[in-house]
C-alpha cells in the first residue's frame, strides 16, 4: 500500500483556496488521499438560513473502539494584503525548506500530517485494537455554524463514538514541541445600545445626547475586574472592540449611541455569569441601557492527565522537549469537541498564521508527523 507523503498533501491542500466558507476541492484532495490508505469516507454538508453551505469530511479506519479522532479545518482566512505576499499565496512554494501558502500553519499542514501519520501507523499496526478518525469542517474560520458542531451531533445520532480527540491547531509559539493547549478561555460578545434624541447641537435642550452616557457606561466596564486568574488559566479579560453612533453631520446630536465588546473568560465564569456581571456593573450607572449578548464558546480544561501526557511523552521522544500545557489564545473547535470526549490541541507553530507569508519549515511537518505517529503507537499500546 502507498503510504500518504505529508508534505506533498499539504502542497496540495494549499494549492485549493479555500478562503472560509469555500472548500474549492479541499476535502476531495484529503478524501482521495485518506481512501488511499484504507479510510471509509462520510461527507456531511449542512446548511442554515443566513449563512452558506458548508461540506465536512469524517473519516474513518477501523470499526472498533477506543476511537481516536484527529480533528481540524480546511477552510482559511482570506491572503489579506497581496502586495505583501512575496510568494503566490497558493502556490504551495518551498523556498530553503520552507513551504508558503495561506494555510501552511494554520492548518492544513497538520492535516496532512494527520493523514500521513495514521496511514504508516496503520501499516506498521495492521489489527490494531480500535479505529482512528479524521473529522475535518470547512467552517472553523466562518460563523462555525455549519461544521463540527453539527457533524457531531449527526455523528452522536448515528451512533458514532470518539474516545478521545486531538486538534491540530497551530498551538507552538515559536517552535514546534513548544505548547500544548489543554483549555480555552471562553468568548462572549456584547452590544450596548443607548437611545437619545436626536437634534442641532445649538440647541441642545430640544434634544437628548446619549454619547455621555454611554461613556460613562464604557467608563464602568473598562475597570470591571472579573477575576484574578486560576491555576490554569489566566486573568479573564473585557475589551471595547468598537463605538458608534447613529449617521448624521457635525452639528448633529446622535439619536443613539453603541458600543461593542468581547470578554475572554475563564473557567471560573460561564457565558452566564459573565453576563450577570457586567449587567450588575451598568446597572450602578442607573442609565437605561439595552444589552445584546452572543455567546460563542464556554471555557472549558481537559485537566492534565493520560491524554496530555500521551502527548507529552511523544514529544519527548521524537523532539527532547516537553511542551507547556496551556489555555492561552483564541478559540477552537475544541470547545464543541470537550463535550463529547477529552480534547487537546498540539500542531504547528503559530508564528505566521493568518499573515502574509504564512510558512511553515518542511522539517516540522515530518516532525509533526512523526509525532502524531508516536501518539498512536503509544495510545494503542494501552
Given at each position: 500500500?502507498?503510504?500518504?507523503?505529508?508534505?506533498?498533501l499539504t502542497?496540495?491542500?494549499?494549492?485549493?483556496p479555500?478562503?472560509?466558507?469555500?472548500?474549492?476541492?479541499?476535502?476531495?484532495?484529503?478524501?482521495?488521499?485518506?481512501?488511499?490508505?484504507?479510510?471509509?469516507?462520510?461527507?456531511?454538508?449542512?446548511?442554515?438560513?443566513g449563512?452558506?453551505?458548508?461540506?465536512?469530511?469524517?473519516?474513518?479506519?477501523?470499526?472498533?473502539?477506543?476511537?481516536?479522532?484527529?480533528?481540524?479545518?480546511t477552510?482559511?482566512?482570506?491572503?489579506?494584503?497581496?502586495?505583501?505576499?512575496?510568494?503566490?499565496?497558493?502556490?504551495?512554494?518551498?523556498?530553503?525548506?520552507?513551504l508558503?501558502?495561506?494555510?501552511?500553519?494554520?492548518?492544513?499542514?497538520?492535516?496532512?500530517?494527520?493523514?500521513?501519520?495514521?496511514?504508516?501507523?496503520?501499516?506498521?499496526?495492521?489489527?490494531?485494537?480500535?479505529?482512528?478518525?479524521?473529522?475535518?469542517?470547512?467552517?472553523?474560520?466562518?460563523?462555525?455554524?455549519?461544521?463540527?458542531?453539527?457533524?457531531?451531533?449527526?455523528?452522536?445520532?448515528?451512533?458514532?463514538?470518539?474516545?478521545?480527540?486531538?486538534?491540530?491547531?497551530?498551538?507552538n509559539?515559536?517552535?514546534?514541541?513548544?505548547?500544548?493547549?489543554?483549555?480555552?478561555?471562553?468568548?462572549?460578545?456584547?452590544?450596548?445600545?443607548?437611545?437619545?434624541?436626536q437634534?442641532?447641537v445649538?440647541?441642545?435642550?430640544?434634544?437628548d445626547?446619549?454619547?455621555?452616557?454611554?461613556?460613562?457606561?464604557?467608563?464602568?466596564?473598562a475597570?470591571?475586574?472579573?477575576?484574578?486568574?486560576n491555576?490554569?488559566?489566566?486573568?479573564?479579560?473585557?475589551?471595547?472592540?468598537?463605538?458608534?453612533?447613529?449617521?448624521?453631520?457635525?452639528?448633529?446630536?446622535p439619536?443613539?449611541a453603541?458600543?461593542?465588546?468581547?470578554?475572554?473568560?475563564?473557567?471560573?465564569?460561564?457565558?452566564?455569569?459573565?453576563?450577570?456581571?457586567?449587567?450588575?456593573?451598568?446597572?450602578?450607572?442607573?442609565i437605561?441601557?439595552?444589552l445584546?449578548?452572543?455567546?460563542?464558546?464556554?471555557?472549558?480544561l481537559?485537566?492534565?492527565?493520560?491524554?496530555?501526557?500521551?502527548?507529552?511523552?511523544?514529544?519527548?521522544?521524537?523532539?527532547?522537549?516537553?511542551?507547556?500545557?496551556?489555555?492561552?489564545?483564541?478559540?477552537?473547535?475544541?470547545?464543541?469537541?470537550?463535550d463529547?470526549?477529552?480534547?487537546?490541541?498540539?500542531?504547528?507553530?503559530?508564528?505566521?498564521?493568518?499573515?502574509?507569508?504564512?510558512?511553515?519549515?518542511?522539517?516540522?511537518?515530518?516532525?509533526?508527523?512523526?509525532?502524531?505517529?508516536?501518539?498512536?503507537?503509544?495510545?494503542?499500546a494501552?
Amino acid at each position: 500500500m502507498a503510504g500518504i507523503d505529508p508534505i506533498k498533501l499539504t502542497q496540495e491542500l494549499i494549492r485549493c483556496p479555500s478562503v472560509t466558507p469555500a472548500d474549492a476541492g479541499a476535502l476531495d484532495v484529503l478524501q482521495r488521499a485518506l481512501e488511499q490508505v484504507g479510510f471509509v469516507c462520510r461527507r456531511y454538508v449542512f446548511s442554515e438560513e443566513g449563512t452558506p453551505d458548508i461540506d465536512n469530511l469524517y473519516a474513518r479506519l477501523g470499526t472498533a473502539l477506543p476511537n481516536f479522532c484527529f480533528a481540524g479545518h480546511t477552510d482559511v482566512v482570506p491572503v489579506g494584503d497581496l502586495a505583501g505576499w512575496t510568494v503566490d499565496p497558493f502556490g504551495a512554494e518551498i523556498i530553503d525548506g520552507v513551504l508558503f501558502g495561506r494555510g501552511a500553519a494554520d492548518m492544513k499542514a497538520a492535516i496532512a500530517c494527520f493523514a500521513a501519520a495514521a496511514g504508516r501507523f496503520a501499516e506498521a499496526a495492521p489489527g490494531f485494537p480500535g479505529s482512528i478518525s479524521l473529522l475535518i469542517t470547512g467552517d472553523e474560520e466562518g460563523p462555525s455554524i455549519n461544521g463540527t458542531r453539527k457533524v457531531l451531533e449527526a455523528l452522536r445520532e448515528e451512533g458514532e463514538q470518539l474516545t478521545h480527540c486531538l486538534v491540530g491547531e497551530p498551538t507552538n509559539p515559536i517552535r514546534l514541541g513548544d505548547m500544548a493547549k489543554i483549555g480555552r478561555r471562553g468568548s462572549l460578545n456584547g452590544l450596548i445600545t443607548v437611545n437619545g434624541v436626536q437634534g442641532h447641537v445649538a440647541y441642545p435642550h430640544l434634544a437628548d445626547n446619549p454619547a455621555p452616557r454611554l461613556v460613562r457606561l464604557m467608563t464602568r466596564l473598562a475597570g470591571l475586574e472579573l477575576d484574578r486568574g486560576n491555576a490554569h488559566f489566566q486573568a479573564s479579560n473585557l475589551e471595547i472592540t468598537a463605538i458608534e453612533t447613529s449617521p448624521g453631520a457635525e452639528n448633529v446630536i446622535p439619536a443613539w449611541a453603541r458600543c461593542r465588546f468581547n470578554v475572554r473568560f475563564n473557567s471560573d465564569h460561564s457565558s452566564q455569569d459573565v453576563e450577570r456581571l457586567v449587567r450588575h456593573a451598568l446597572d450602578h450607572e442607573l442609565i437605561p441601557y439595552d444589552l445584546a449578548v452572543k455567546v460563542s464558546g464556554e471555557s472549558f480544561l481537559t485537566p492534565p492527565g493520560k491524554l496530555s501526557r500521551l502527548v507529552v511523552d511523544a514529544c519527548k521522544a521524537v523532539l527532547g522537549r516537553e511542551p507547556e500545557l496551556s489555555t492561552t489564545g483564541g478559540t477552537s473547535d475544541a470547545r464543541f469537541i470537550k463535550d463529547y470526549c477529552p480534547v487537546i490541541e498540539f500542531g504547528m507553530a503559530s508564528g505566521t498564521m493568518h499573515k502574509v507569508d504564512e510558512r511553515v519549515a518542511v522539517s516540522d511537518i515530518d516532525g509533526l508527523t512523526t509525532i502524531y505517529e508516536e501518539v498512536l503507537r503509544r495510545y494503542f499500546a494501552g
